[in-house]
Each structure stands twice: as structure tokens, then as C-alpha cells.
T-cell receptor, first 113, second 112 residues
Framework: ETGVTQSPTHLIKTRGQQVTLRCSSQ?????VSWYQQALGQGPQFIFQ???????GRGNFPPRFSGLQFPNYSSELNVNALELDDSALYLC????????????FGPGTRLTVL | GENVEQHPSTLSVQEGDSAVIKCTYS??????FPWYKQELGKGPQLIID???NVGEKKDQRIAVTLNKTAKHFSLHITETQPEDSAVYFC???????????WGAGTKLIIKP
């Protein structure tokens, strides 16, 4: 069974640019959640996608947006990057019968200069 | 708002001893409490979880206890080993949308 995968592993961008991060969910999982983890802190919920629809959003501005595709993979897009967006971005997938059980990928480390 | 407090922030124990990490949650509607282990450069790994209809759950050297009245839950690791060294996070389900509210993490150091 393949776990959650994320790409790229690392990314460096400059302020004002746009970035797209990708996530492939674990086999059999139809829910994807995205989190932002700043250095030395716990993850902060960005949003969740269930059956290609946004299913809840945390306290993040609209320049954070996402998509979920029919194969349940997902993208996180961030526009107009700010220095504070530098963080580890984590994707988690959940099985349909237990959407609060979240299994995480390795994350994408984003650095904004 | 919803929050989860986690203590201690750092815990150093001798190899073979037990380690206990405690969390308190604020939202009485929370009904799912997972614990994650995060090693350097990796994503969080789910190690054990408990739901609000259960008071205790054990999996080999790891156990979790839940006190709904006090809104406390704890992680217990017995017979600690060097590979247990990592940052441990507790989390609680949010009021809606299956989001998890996370504690700030505990850095567990196992001394040889």
C-alpha cells in the first residue's frame, strides 16, 4: 500500500511569486487536508477537500487555494507569497469512513526570500 | 477559540524509563484525540488515537488515557528506547469539518 506522497520536497521562491504544491493521497482515501507547520510549532489547518469540494477552512487568507481531482490527489496554491509563508506544508489523507483519522505525507519545505 | 495545550515542551528520560506527555483541550465537542510522532525532516506519523467513548487504549509500549470531565488526555511510553527520541504532538478534533487542533509539541530525548 502506497502512503501519502508530496512534491516537490523543497522549494525556494521570492516574495510576490506564486507556488503550487502537490499531494497524492493514500490508496482508498478520498479526503485530503492541508496544514502549514512553522518551525518549532504544531501544524495549522489550512483546508480540507472531500469528493473534490472544499469541506472546511482554517484562518488563512483567500490567496491560499486548493483543488482536489477525481483520483483524490490534491493541489495547494499560494499566490502573492509573503516571507511568513515560509514553512513546511503537510498534506494528510483520510479514509471515507473516518475522515478525522489523518495520515501525513513527508511535507514540502517552502522558503520565501 | 479552540485550543490544545501540551506539556512539557521538552522531556528528557533515561533509556528504559517511562515518559508521560499531557494535553488539555478546550472544546467539549472534541471527540477524537490522536497522537503523532514527528522525526526531523519528516511528516507526523500517527502512533495511537482514542475516541471519546473510551477511557484508555494501549498498543504495546504506548498507551493513551482520556479524562473527558477534566478535558485531559495523556500519552504514556514505557521502556523507552533511543528510537523513541522525536517530537510528539497531541491533537483534538475541531468543532467542525474534521480539522485537527494541535498542541505545540514535546521534544522527547532518550538518554543512553
Amino acid at each position: 500500500e502506497t502512503g501519502v506522497t508530496q512534491s516537490p520536497t523543497h522549494l525556494i521562491k521570492t516574495r510576490g511569486q506564486q507556488v503550487t504544491l502537490r499531494c497524492s493521497s493514500q490508496s482508498g482515501h478520498n479526503t485530503v487536508s492541508w496544514y502549514q507547520q512553522a518551525l518549532g510549532q504544531g501544524p495549522q489547518f489550512i483546508f480540507q477537500y472531500y469528493r473534490e469540494e472544499e469541506n472546511g477552512r482554517g484562518n488563512f487568507p483567500p490567496r491560499f487555494s486548493g483543488l482536489q481531482f477525481p483520483n483524490y490527489s490534491s493541489e495547494l496554491n499560494v499566490n502573492a507569497l509573503e516571507l511568513d509563508d515560509s514553512a513546511l506544508y503537510l498534506c494528510a489523507s483520510s479514509p471515507s469512513g473516518s475522515r478525522d483519522e489523518q495520515f501525513f505525507g513527508p511535507g514540502t519545505r517552502l522558503t520565501v526570500l | 477559540g479552540e485550543n490544545v495545550e501540551q506539556h512539557p515542551s521538552t522531556l528528557s528520560v533515561q533509556e528504559g524509563d517511562s515518559a508521560v506527555i499531557k494535553c488539555t483541550y478546550s472544546d467539549s465537542a472534541s471527540n477524537y484525540f490522536p497522537w503523532y510522532k514527528q522525526e526531523l525532516g519528516k511528516g507526523p506519523q500517527l502512533i495511537i488515537d482514542i475516541r471519546s467513548n473510551v477511557g484508555e487504549k494501549k498498543d504495546q509500549r504506548i498507551a493513551v488515557t482520556l479524562n473527558k470531565t477534566a478535558k485531559h488526555f495523556s500519552l504514556h511510553i514505557t521502556e523507552t528506547q533511543p528510537e523513541d527520541s522525536a517530537v510528539y504532538f497531541c491533537a483534538a478534533s475541531g468543532r467542525s469539518n474534521y480539522q485537527l487542533i494541535w498542541g505545540a509539541g514535546t521534544k522527547l530525548i532518550i538518554k543512553p
